[in-house]
């Protein structure tokens, strides 16, 4: 098993870029794809990103694409989340997820998840 902490939330205001990262602790020698979610209040929660083991393969959501990049270190366990360009619509807590099942983009099937880090958009 595999735990994960997020880091980086915060308020910023719209336009302005912020990083999120998330560490991976535990059963780390497994191959994880990760990901990237995100709920707002009274909202589901939907992908953002997620990324491959390799790194080779990623998939972003339509509202972040061009904005967003999602990237890893497998050699320190993290994951992170640049956001760029931001909008009050971004405001969410964001989640950590992982899982050892195959990286299939929107399609895949997460099992981990931290705790969430709040990000606030202000207009």
């Known amino acids: 098993q595999v735990q994960l902490v997020e880091s980086g939330g915060g308020l910023v205001q719209a336009g302005d870029s912020l990083r999120l990262s998330c560490a991976a602790s535990g059963r780390t020698s497994s191959s994880y794809v990760m990901g990237w979610f995100r709920q707002a209040p009274g909202k589901e929660r939907n992908v953002v990103a997620s990324?491959?083991?390799?790194?080779?393969?990623?998939y972003y959501a339509n509202s972040i694409k061009d904005r967003f990049t999602i990237s890893r270190d497998n050699a320190k366990n993290t994951v992170s989340l640049q956001m760029n360009s931001l909008k009050p619509e971004d405001t969410a807590v964001y989640y950590c997820?992982?899982?050892?099942?195959?990286?299939?983009?929107?399609?895949?099937?997460?099992?981990?998840w931290g705790q969430g880090t709040q990000v606030t958009v202000s207009s």
């Open positions: 997820a992982a899982t050892t099942r195959p990286f299939h983009g929107a399609a895949t099937r997460f099992d981990y």
């Open positions: 990324i491959s083991w390799s790194g080779k393969s990623t």
